[in-house]
């Protein structure tokens, strides 16, 4: 897929902006806080729905203004999609012109994969990061996923609410049991079965790019099932059963197992890469996870999601930025830089100076 066009109005910096793209590879030159990730994060919403750097819509806002207003038109192969949205007191999105009002149907219309500093949290911080990291990726592909997600963690919360409230009064607890359970193993079966393909494609890009030194796995570490089962009705049993052995745990306060405690692990050539890794597999094994999912999203969907880098060329050494940009045939990109150093190794593309 390839976005055509954006038009943005008091959206961050931005009074009004309207940019036209080129196919492939669209370069963002500029020295700091002029703007270009204030780009890339409005494209970033057109799809995840929510910014990558703040919670909060109001942020992004322009100064002093009440909405700001973000469209943006897709090619896709088989339709044209334009995307609205208006941040304001409540988030307004419309599908060509027709007004979406649950996430789940909006997620799917755009793909992106986004690649910038703060990724290396998915291996250096805590299990979050990694839930949300697999969270985004599978609801982007399967919007189905995100509507079990939603009711997930809707269900917990009641439970949550009850254990407090009822910790000697069991069956005001149980009585959630049932749609945890649901919910809960779908979601693992979900995650599972999408690791398991991720793998396939990540390891043979990882060995490419660290010239067969080494072999990244990636694990699912899960609070309830710890074989390789991936079959929703294996994992419910599971998970009933584990629900039932916490019972005593239970009384901290809350539900101790489920898929949010569940966690990702990396492995280069079986060492933790979260642990032993150095600064510099962390980042690779970043690019891997990326490039791999650049792959698996035009495996499930029939199309090229389209990439995001944000600040990550200066951070990557020369022969990495050369695997990286080589691989990139049919994918269009928005890459920014403070430097003119890429734009002088990039052919066909179109560069934007941002002053
Ligand atoms: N809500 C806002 N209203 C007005 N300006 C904003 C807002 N949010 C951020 N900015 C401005 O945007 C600039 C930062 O943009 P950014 O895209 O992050 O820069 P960079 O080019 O370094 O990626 C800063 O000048 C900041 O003051
Ligand atoms: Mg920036």
Redesign the pocket.
């Known amino acids: 897929m390839i976005i055509s066009e954006l038009k943005l109005i008091n959206f961050?910096?931005y009074d009004t902006l309207k940019i036209e793209f080129h196919p492939e590879m669209n370069i963002f030159v500029?020295e700091?806080?002029?703007?270009?990730?204030?780009i890339i994060e409005a494209i970033y919403i057109c799809a995840i729905g929510k910014s990558f750097r703040t919670l909060k819509d109001k942020?992004?806002?322009?100064?002093d203004k009440e909405e700001s207003y973000i469209k943006i038109e897709i090619l896709r192969k088989d339709k044209e999609v334009i995307i609205e949205i208006v941040l304001g007191e409540k988030k307004r999105i419309k599908i060509n012109k027709r007004k979406v009002t649950k996430k789940g149907d909006f997620l799917g219309n755009l793909n992106v994969v986004i690649f910038a500093p703060e990724d290396l949290r998915i291996i250096k911080d805590g299990p979050t990061e990694r839930r949300k990291f697999i969270d985004n990726e599978i609801s982007q592909i399967y919007p189905r996923y995100y509507h079990i997600l939603k009711q997930y963690y809707k269900i917990l919360q009641q439970r949550n609410k009850a254990i407090k409230k009822n910790i000697k009064k069991r069956e005001n607890i149980e009585m959630w049991d049932e749609q945890l359970l649901n919910s809960g193993s779908l979601l693992i079966a979900y995650r599972k079965k999408f690791l398991k393909k991720l793998n396939v494609i990540t390891n043979p890009i990882h060995r490419k790019i660290t010239e067969e030194k080494e072999k990244l796995e990636i694990i699912y570490k899960s609070s309830v099932v710890h074989e390789e089962k991936d079959e929703t009705q294996e994992i419910y049993k599971k998970f009933k059963e584990q629900l039932k052995n916490t019972k005593e745990e239970e009384k901290k306060g809350f539900t101790v197992v489920g898929p949010h405690k569940d966690d990702l692990l990396f492995f280069i050539n079986k060492k933790n890469v979260k642990k032993y890794g150095s600064q510099g597999q962390q980042r690779t094994t970043v690019l891997s996870l990326k490039l791999a999912e650049i792959r698996l999203i035009k495996e499930e969907i029939g199309e090229y999601p389209i990439l995001l880098l944000d600040d990550v060329m200066s951070e990557i050494d020369r022969k990495r930025q050369k695997h990286l940009l080589e691989n990139l045939e049919g994918i269009q990109t928005f890459i920014?830089t403070t430097t003119e150093n890429l734009n002088k190794i990039i052919e066909r593309k179109k560069t934007f100076y941002?002053s």
Request: charged letters at 35%; aromatic letters at 0%; a positive charge.
């Open positions: 961050r910096n500029g700091n806080a002029k703007g270009k990730t204030n942020e992004m806002i322009k100064e920014t941002l």
